[in-house]
Protein backbone atom coordinates (compact mmCIF):
# COMPACT_ATOMS: atom_id res chain seq x y z
CA UNK A 1 0.00 0.00 0.00
CA UNK A 2 1.63 3.71 -0.79
CA UNK A 3 0.36 6.31 1.74
CA UNK A 4 -0.04 10.28 0.90
CA UNK A 5 -0.42 13.24 2.12
CA UNK A 6 -3.17 14.03 -0.57
CA UNK A 7 -6.96 14.41 0.27
CA UNK A 8 -8.90 10.77 0.80
CA UNK A 9 -11.95 9.79 -1.19
CA UNK A 10 -14.28 10.19 1.31
CA UNK A 11 -17.69 8.92 2.53
CA UNK A 12 -20.04 10.44 4.50
CA UNK A 13 -22.93 8.97 6.69
CA UNK A 14 -25.70 11.18 8.34
CA UNK A 15 -26.52 11.29 11.50
CA UNK A 16 -29.68 9.40 12.66
CA UNK A 17 -33.09 11.52 11.90
CA UNK A 18 -31.18 13.97 9.85
CA UNK A 19 -33.14 15.47 7.04
CA UNK A 20 -30.21 16.49 4.81
CA UNK A 21 -26.60 14.96 4.19
CA UNK A 22 -25.15 17.99 6.25
CA UNK A 23 -21.56 17.39 7.62
CA UNK A 24 -19.93 13.72 7.44
CA UNK A 25 -19.44 12.60 10.72
CA UNK A 26 -17.48 9.69 9.01
CA UNK A 27 -14.06 10.09 7.06
CA UNK A 28 -12.32 6.48 5.94
CA UNK A 29 -9.70 6.03 2.25
CA UNK A 30 -12.28 3.86 0.30
CA UNK A 31 -9.08 3.71 -2.56
CA UNK A 32 -5.51 3.76 -2.80
CA UNK A 33 -3.26 5.84 -4.80
CA UNK A 34 -2.82 4.65 -8.28
CA UNK A 35 0.17 5.83 -10.68
CA UNK A 36 -0.92 9.07 -12.41
CA UNK A 37 -3.14 9.98 -9.36
CA UNK A 38 -2.76 14.02 -8.87
CA UNK A 39 0.38 14.47 -6.10
CA UNK A 40 -0.24 16.11 -3.66
CA UNK A 41 1.09 19.63 -4.40
CA UNK A 42 -0.68 19.80 -6.58
CA UNK A 43 2.14 20.32 -9.38
CA UNK A 44 2.04 17.01 -10.93
CA UNK A 45 1.10 13.10 -10.65
CA UNK A 46 1.85 10.32 -8.73
CA UNK A 47 4.21 7.54 -10.00
CA UNK A 48 5.00 4.31 -8.08
CA UNK A 49 7.71 2.61 -7.64
CA UNK A 50 9.51 0.13 -5.48
CA UNK A 51 12.18 0.63 -2.35
CA UNK A 52 14.93 -1.26 -0.39
CA UNK A 53 14.73 -0.20 3.33
CA UNK A 54 18.81 -0.46 4.36
CA UNK A 55 18.69 2.44 7.00
CA UNK A 56 16.76 3.79 9.55
CA UNK A 57 16.56 7.35 11.24
CA UNK A 58 15.37 6.57 15.24
CA UNK A 59 14.17 9.99 17.03
CA UNK A 60 15.67 9.27 20.90
CA UNK A 61 14.25 12.07 22.31
CA UNK A 62 15.75 13.43 25.59
CA UNK A 63 16.01 9.52 27.13
CA UNK A 64 20.12 9.22 26.73
CA UNK A 65 20.67 12.54 27.29
CA UNK A 66 18.87 12.65 30.22
CA UNK A 67 20.34 9.47 31.66
CA UNK A 68 23.76 11.05 30.20
CA UNK A 69 23.35 14.16 32.12
CA UNK A 70 24.15 15.79 29.08
CA UNK A 71 22.81 19.78 28.63
CA UNK A 72 24.71 22.45 26.10
CA UNK A 73 23.69 26.43 26.59
CA UNK A 74 20.73 27.68 24.59
CA UNK A 75 19.96 30.93 22.89
CA UNK A 76 19.72 32.54 26.19
CA UNK A 77 23.07 30.82 27.54
CA UNK A 78 21.09 28.37 30.36
CA UNK A 79 21.63 25.25 30.56
CA UNK A 80 19.04 22.64 28.33
CA UNK A 81 19.04 19.00 27.82
CA UNK A 82 19.28 18.52 23.91
CA UNK A 83 17.23 16.07 22.08
CA UNK A 84 19.29 12.96 20.31
CA UNK A 85 18.22 10.91 16.83
CA UNK A 86 20.50 8.65 15.01
CA UNK A 87 20.49 7.05 11.30
CA UNK A 88 22.07 3.28 11.05
CA UNK A 89 22.51 1.39 7.94
CA UNK A 90 22.03 -1.92 8.28
CA UNK A 91 25.33 -4.16 6.44
CA UNK A 92 22.97 -6.92 6.11
CA UNK A 93 20.73 -5.03 4.58
CA UNK A 94 22.90 -3.55 2.30
CA UNK A 95 23.67 -7.50 1.20
CA UNK A 96 20.35 -8.63 0.80
CA UNK A 97 19.76 -5.29 -1.18
CA UNK A 98 22.43 -5.63 -3.69
CA UNK A 99 21.49 -9.74 -4.22
CA UNK A 100 17.90 -8.60 -4.71
CA UNK A 101 18.83 -6.68 -7.49
CA UNK A 102 21.86 -8.37 -9.31
CA UNK A 103 20.89 -12.39 -9.66
CA UNK A 104 20.23 -14.83 -11.84
CA UNK A 105 18.49 -18.42 -11.85
CA UNK A 106 21.94 -19.48 -11.19
CA UNK A 107 22.91 -17.26 -8.17
CA UNK A 108 24.10 -14.16 -7.11
CA UNK A 109 25.83 -11.57 -9.80
CA UNK A 110 27.81 -9.33 -7.79
CA UNK A 111 28.62 -6.10 -8.24
CA UNK A 112 32.63 -6.16 -8.32
CA UNK A 113 33.14 -4.01 -5.17
CA UNK A 114 30.90 -6.46 -3.17
CA UNK A 115 32.03 -10.20 -4.51
CA UNK A 116 33.94 -12.07 -2.00
CA UNK A 117 36.83 -13.02 -4.89
CA UNK A 118 37.12 -11.01 -8.37
CA UNK A 119 38.37 -14.84 -9.97
CA UNK A 120 38.01 -18.44 -9.40
CA UNK A 121 40.80 -20.29 -10.50
CA UNK A 122 38.86 -23.53 -11.32
CA UNK A 123 41.06 -26.79 -11.51
CA UNK A 124 39.74 -30.09 -13.49
CA UNK A 125 41.36 -33.05 -11.71
CA UNK A 126 44.10 -31.53 -9.89
CA UNK A 127 44.79 -34.92 -7.85
CA UNK A 128 44.79 -36.79 -10.78
CA UNK A 129 46.85 -34.48 -12.82
CA UNK A 130 50.48 -32.54 -11.35
CA UNK A 131 50.72 -30.46 -14.65
CA UNK A 132 46.84 -29.17 -14.41
CA UNK A 133 47.66 -28.46 -10.63
CA UNK A 134 51.25 -27.04 -10.54
CA UNK A 135 49.50 -24.40 -13.56
CA UNK A 136 46.59 -23.75 -10.87
CA UNK A 137 48.34 -22.79 -8.54
CA UNK A 138 50.88 -20.29 -10.61
CA UNK A 139 48.61 -18.81 -12.18
CA UNK A 140 46.45 -17.85 -8.76
CA UNK A 141 50.32 -16.74 -7.50
CA UNK A 142 50.46 -14.27 -10.61
CA UNK A 143 46.97 -12.93 -10.31
CA UNK A 144 47.58 -12.42 -6.42
CA UNK A 145 50.54 -10.78 -7.35
CA UNK A 146 48.90 -8.23 -9.79
CA UNK A 147 46.46 -6.90 -6.85
CA UNK A 148 43.52 -9.17 -8.43
CA UNK A 149 41.85 -10.74 -5.15
CA UNK A 150 41.14 -15.05 -6.19
CA UNK A 151 40.33 -17.89 -5.20
CA UNK A 152 41.60 -21.45 -5.99
CA UNK A 153 38.72 -24.08 -6.26
CA UNK A 154 41.32 -27.32 -6.17
CA UNK A 155 38.54 -29.45 -4.63
CA UNK A 156 38.41 -31.99 -7.27
CA UNK A 157 34.97 -31.94 -7.98
CA UNK A 158 33.07 -32.76 -11.30
CA UNK A 159 33.51 -29.24 -13.28
CA UNK A 160 29.29 -29.25 -13.36
CA UNK A 161 28.88 -28.65 -9.42
CA UNK A 162 32.43 -26.61 -9.51
CA UNK A 163 30.92 -24.27 -11.56
CA UNK A 164 27.40 -24.11 -10.08
CA UNK A 165 28.59 -23.54 -6.69
CA UNK A 166 30.93 -20.55 -8.20
CA UNK A 167 27.60 -19.47 -10.02
CA UNK A 168 26.15 -19.90 -6.76
CA UNK A 169 28.42 -17.31 -5.06
CA UNK A 170 28.62 -14.96 -7.73
CA UNK A 171 32.26 -14.87 -8.88
CA UNK A 172 32.62 -11.87 -11.43
CA UNK A 173 35.15 -14.10 -13.12
CA UNK A 174 35.58 -17.73 -13.68
CA UNK A 175 39.07 -19.40 -15.31
CA UNK A 176 39.09 -22.85 -15.85
CA UNK A 177 42.78 -24.77 -15.85
CA UNK A 178 42.56 -28.12 -17.64
CA UNK A 179 45.00 -31.10 -19.14
CA UNK A 180 43.05 -29.78 -22.72
CA UNK A 181 43.93 -26.30 -22.13
CA UNK A 182 46.83 -26.25 -21.48
CA UNK A 183 47.75 -28.59 -24.46
CA UNK A 184 46.37 -25.80 -26.07
CA UNK A 185 48.23 -23.22 -24.30
CA UNK A 186 44.88 -21.57 -23.39
CA UNK A 187 42.88 -21.09 -20.49
CA UNK A 188 38.96 -21.29 -20.28
CA UNK A 189 37.64 -18.21 -19.23
CA UNK A 190 34.13 -16.84 -18.52
CA UNK A 191 32.06 -13.26 -17.07
CA UNK A 192 29.96 -14.62 -14.38
CA UNK A 193 27.13 -12.32 -16.62
CA UNK A 194 28.43 -14.07 -20.00
CA UNK A 195 26.21 -16.61 -22.38
CA UNK A 196 29.35 -18.02 -23.12
CA UNK A 197 33.14 -19.21 -22.47
CA UNK A 198 36.17 -18.35 -24.22
CA UNK A 199 39.53 -19.29 -24.66
CA UNK A 200 42.30 -16.94 -23.89
CA UNK A 201 46.44 -17.90 -23.33
CA UNK A 202 48.30 -16.42 -20.52
CA UNK A 203 48.60 -12.72 -21.86
CA UNK A 204 45.32 -12.27 -22.80
CA UNK A 205 43.72 -13.86 -19.79
CA UNK A 206 45.86 -11.49 -17.72
CA UNK A 207 45.09 -8.18 -19.59
CA UNK A 208 41.32 -9.22 -19.20
CA UNK A 209 41.51 -9.62 -16.05
CA UNK A 210 44.12 -6.71 -15.11
CA UNK A 211 42.10 -4.22 -17.75
CA UNK A 212 45.48 -4.15 -19.73
Same mark, same amino acid.
Given at each position: ?86 ? %????? @???? /? &???? +?? *????? $? ?74 ? %????? @???? /? &???? +?? *????? $? ?6
Amino acid at each position: MVHTTAEPTRIATRGEGDANLGEPNLVADIRNVVAGDPSPDGTGTLALARGIEVGHVFALGDRYSKAMDCTVLDANGKAATPLMGCY %GIGVS @RIVA /A &AIEQ +NH *DANGI $LWPAAMAPWQVAVCVINPKGDAAVAGAAETLYRELEAAGIDAVLDDRGLRPGAMFADIELIGIPHRVVVSGRGLEA %GAFEY @RARN /A &ADSE +NL *DRAAL $LARLTGG
